[in-house]
């Protein structure tokens, strides 16, 4: 038998870290260009990152022997200031029992129930545009983030978010740059050393755990509560021995899925808009599905599967602009990828960004062709070549609702608006905590 051999890499990781510094992408893809898809950074003494992009490695890492490896703590201890020990941050048998206990909320028949709470703030959203004069430059991201956060929110609790959803945008959008600076940096200062941006965290952080934690008291001393994902997540019980979760474990995973819930699907949906603004002839498309299926109807939950093209452009917005660009994982023991030895307690990013643009496994990759996306192509494909939502035991508990939502969502906008593009300046990428558009994404509201 061959021996394993350590991937290829650059020799100076000082030069790679500064130019990841400045462009995060544009470092990795250069790396990729010139290693090719498995690549070794020797990061410190004694610490290695390997950065794989194969399909094989993602299915790897993510599925087939996903026991060798845990999420990575230096992005994860970060993300647990925010999030506890919710179930994206959690390990083993407790993530086991959170896992088990949320499942059945996410079930396809408990998110179908969902399909109009999405569809009611969809046309709410066209509502207040409407009220825009025609022509107006608005803020699409912004937009974005303030509509999908209702939903979650909506959909987790009934009611109560509306009053504070001002304040909890703006807390999050501090609280999650703070983390993405910490994951970041080389050095961490312990967060009990009173720094500036230490006591800002701390104070946006309990600014958003005070809402959450009020939206849950105040259900422990409802009756007849509304049958959402609060009273799921709180009637759950553990198979073994009936525990129920108490105020605190319900805080983490209320707080994991309002951040996870929303800023993903808001991403997705301003590239959606950016992609379809830039390319005429699958905004054709899109408009003419919605007009034979929707007959000038606004759309509810039952048009969701009959949508297959506007869900395609969700998949194929996905596939270009994936919000979590890249999977980070720790090795517990010593594992080999493809023929390359990795050694214990070293770093592992799975590139999900660039295995979606891998030129062996898509044809003209940079190219937005929802097409991909029929059943038919999607069958062809190695399984791991498109993992927007992860893989294995760990994939996205909510990938139904943001699809659905997101499939929605574009219907009910599109239907009534166009957006178009205010600039013929490309797009920036800014990768920090999701794949955003950088500065916002302006566009031009024009009614239909
Ligand atoms: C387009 C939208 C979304 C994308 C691209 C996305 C992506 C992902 C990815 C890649 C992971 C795996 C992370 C890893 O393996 O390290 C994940 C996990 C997770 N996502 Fe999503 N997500 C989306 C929407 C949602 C929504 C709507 C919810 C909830 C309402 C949600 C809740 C979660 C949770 C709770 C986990 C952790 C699951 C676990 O570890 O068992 N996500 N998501």
Not at 187 to 192: R, Y
Not at 427 to 439: A, G, H, M, Q
């Amino acid at each position: 038998m061959a021996l394993a051999t350590t991937p290829p890499g650059p020799s100076s990781y000082i030069a790679f870290s500064k130019a990841y510094r400045d462009d995060p992408l544009g470092a990795f893809g250069q790396a990729w260009k010139t290693y090719g898809d498995s690549i070794r950074f020797k990061a410190l003494p004694g610490v290695d990152v390997y950065f794989v992009v194969h399909p094989d490695a993602a299915a790897h890492v993510l599925n087939s022997h996903g026991q060798a490896y845990r999420k990575a703590a230096s992005v994860h201890q970060p993300l647990s200031l925010l999030l506890g020990n919710g179930i994206l941050i959690s390990e083993g048998e407790s993530w086991l029992r959170q896992r088990r206990l949320m499942n059945p909320a996410f079930h396809r028949q408990s998110i179908v129930k969902l399909a109009s709470v999405m569809t009611r703030f969809a046309q709410e959203q066209a509502d207040r545009w409407e009220r825009y004069p025609t022509g107006s430059t608005i803020d699409v991201a912004e937009e974005m983030q303030q509509l999908t956060l209702e939903i979650v929110g909506e959909a987790l609790f009934s009611t109560g978010l509306e009053a504070q959803l001002d304040s909890f945008s703006i807390a999050f959008r501090r609280a999650a740059e703070f983390i993405n600076d910490r994951i970041n940096a080389p050095f961490k200062l312990p967060m009990w050393v009173p720094t500036k941006p230490h006591r800002q965290f701390t104070e946006n952080r309990d600014r958003l755990q005070q809402i959450a934690l009020h939206l849950i008291q105040l259900r422990r001393h409802q009756q007849n509560s509304p049958l959402d994902l609060l009273s799921m997540l709180m009637a759950a019980q553990d198979a073994d021995t009936g525990a129920q979760m108490s105020d605190s474990e319900l805080l983490d995973e209320v707080m994991t899925l309002l951040i996870a819930g929303h800023e993903t699907v808001s991403v997705t949906l301003s590239w959606a808009f950016h992609l379809l603004g830039n390319h005429p002839e699958v905004l054709q498309r899109l408009q003419d599905e919605l007009e034979t299926v929707l007959k000038g109807n606004p759309p509810s939950g039952e048009d969701y599967m009959q949508l297959p093209y506007t869900r395609t452009v969700v998949e194929e917005t996905l596939r270009l602009y994936p919000p979590v660009w890249g999977l980070s994982r720790e090795t517990i023991e010593a594992d080999e990828i493809q023929g390359y030895s990795i050694a214990p307690k070293s770093f592992v990013i799975v590139g999900t960004y660039f295995t979606h643009r891998h030129p062996e496994f898509w044809t003209a990759p940079e190219q937005f062709n929802p097409e991909r996306f029929t059943e038919a192509e999607a069958l062809k494909r190695h399984k791991f070549a498109y993992y927007p939502f992860g893989g294995g035991p760990r994939i996205c508990i909510g990938n139904q609702f943001a699809l659905m939502e997101a499939t929605l969502i574009l219907a009910t906008l599109v239907q009534r608006f166009h957006l178009e593009p205010t600039s013929a300046q490309p797009v920036e990428i800014d990768p920090t905590f999701t794949l955003r558009p950088k500065n916002g994404l302006s566009m031009r509201l024009v009614r239909r």
